[in-house]
């Protein structure tokens, strides 16, 4: 095509020299090089089109075809097939939306993870829990996704309240009912029974005597604490008032855990109830937290050599903040984020919903009521790059500002002063 271009621009050129038949002549000639261009070009450009689009459409119909066969096997007799079968639903519906692709087959799909928690045991129970969370995390918050989990959540209750059952499926289970109850649950009984049924699963009377949690079960109070306290963000008002009045000194106990996960965990849980307390207007400082601040006081600067270095590092800092909010009121905002764009946690509330679904964008996204993707071309991606020379001066001062934060509460420093 250049090539007849190049006629093309040559040919007026040449007619205003010559005659009216030299002009013909150099019409006919650049009709017939676009000819032979276009003759020449076109198989090959189309055949190239043609093969990536039917490229495209193959790797998309072998992809479902696969998904399909997967779906298949998890009826098969064998355990080890279902078991192969969920692991590959797993990591296909976190990786791909595939929303369009399960609405048809949700059903099929939803019946064959119900036969799973029915009869499978141990890891079978713990995948099916799981890929049922990301099928309703696909479906939305429409009456498809409702109904998925309106189907699934006796079986889900089932599954988390078994003490026979073992402690991976009940929690993935106790994962499964927070999050599918917080995307698909339309009514109120719903959200509260499942809060109910969490709350049953932490609370000091199920761990134990004097709220210490066996090490196996570590795991699964962090799970239903975590569901419940997701939940927890969308109560309405009067159910708050609620839980204020009858739940939350089911919390505290929880701070004496072995687990420093269940520690950190129910101190954030504890600050979430403080800041829903102040929006609906209810104090919590004139009940007896006097304990509970000592409580915090000595987690946020607890220096037990038996613990690990990390995990006391990790806890004072993060009983810090939520010392300083229930005192002061003052929340630590921490700021995401990705690409050119930016999201601020500056609540409890924000952090728990962001932790439970920082893993599925689309639906992060119309939680914090992001909008679309930005969509920049290759010039505004470039003049957006900060250079070396400013990420080394910002470094350098966020360090230096770091070091004279710290050396503050230093013991020498401290005592210089």
């Known amino acids: 095509m250049p090539r007849s271009r190049r006629a093309a621009r040559r040919g007026p050129g040449s007619a205003r020299a010559g005659s009216p038949a030299s002009e013909e002549e150099a019409?006919?000639?650049?009709l017939s090089h676009c000819s032979s261009a276009s003759e020449g070009a076109s198989p090959a450009e189309e055949a190239a089109a043609?093969?990536?689009?039917?490229?495209?459409?193959?790797?998309?119909?072998v992809a479902e075809d696969r998904l399909k066969e997967h779906m298949d096997s998890l009826l098969d007799k064998s355990a080890k097939t279902r078991q192969?079968?969920?692991?590959?639903?797993?990591l296909a519906l976190s990786s791909r939306i595939l929303s369009e692709f399960l609405l048809e087959r949700r059903l099929m799909l939803t019946?064959?993870?119900?036969?799973?928690?029915?009869?499978?045991?141990?890891e079978e129970q713990a995948l099916a829990g799981t890929v049922l969370t990301l099928l309703c995390l696909q479906m939305g918050s429409g009456s498809?996704?409702?109904?998925?989990?309106?189907?699934?959540?006796?079986?889900?209750?089932s599954v988390l309240t078994d003490s026979m059952a073992s402690p991976g499926a009940r929690q993935s289970c106790a994962t499964a009912l927070g999050m599918c109850c917080y995307i698909a649950a339309a009514d109120l009984e719903d959200l509260v029974s499942c809060l109910s049924c969490l709350e049953g699963i932490f609370s000091p009377l199920s761990a134990g005597e004097g709220g210490s949690v066996p090490a196996q079960h570590g795991p699964l109070h962090c799970s239903a604490l975590q569901s419940w306290s997701l939940l927890l963000t969308i109560c309405p008002p009067s159910h708050i008032k609620s839980i204020l009045d009858n739940c939350w000194l089911k919390l505290p106990p929880l701070l004496s855990s072995s687990s420093v996960a269940l520690r950190i965990l129910a101190g954030e849980t504890i600050a979430l109830v403080f800041e829903l307390a102040q929006d609906v207007e209810e104090d919590l400082c004139h009940r007896d937290t006097e304990f509970l601040r000592a409580q915090l006081k000595v987690l946020a600067t607890e220096s037990n050599k038996y613990r690990a270095k990390t995990d006391r590092r990790k806890q004072r800092s993060i009983f810090r903040d939520i010392l300083r909010f229930?005192?002061?009121?003052?929340?630590?905002?921490?700021?995401?984020?990705?690409?050119?764009?930016?999201?601020?946690?500056?609540?409890?509330?924000?952090?728990?919903?962001?932790?439970?679904?920082?893993?599925n964008n689309e639906l992060l996204r119309e939680i914090f009521s992001l909008g679309p993707p930005l969509v920049l071309d290759a010039a505004t991606l470039k003049a957006s790059k900060v250079s070396r020379f400013e990420k080394h001066l910002y470094n350098s001062a966020a360090f230096k500002a770091r070091t004279k934060a710290r050396s503050r509460v230093r013991d020498k420093r401290a005592d210089v002063l």
Do not use: N
């Open 27 to 30: 019409g006919s000639e650049v």
């Open 50 to 61: 043609g093969s990536e689009v039917l490229g495209e459409q193959g790797q998309e119909e």
């Open 84 to 90: 192969a079968a969920l692991q590959s639903l797993h």
């Open 111 to 122: 019946d064959s993870l119900e036969k799973c928690l029915k009869k499978g045991k141990g």
């Open 144 to 157: 498809e996704g409702e109904e998925v989990f309106c189907s699934l959540k006796p079986l889900l209750v």
């Open 326 to 359: 229930i005192e002061s009121g003052e929340y630590q905002e921490e700021t995401i984020r990705f690409g050119l764009e930016c999201m601020c946690l500056d609540s409890w509330a924000r952090q728990r919903t962001y932790q439970a679904f920082k893993e």
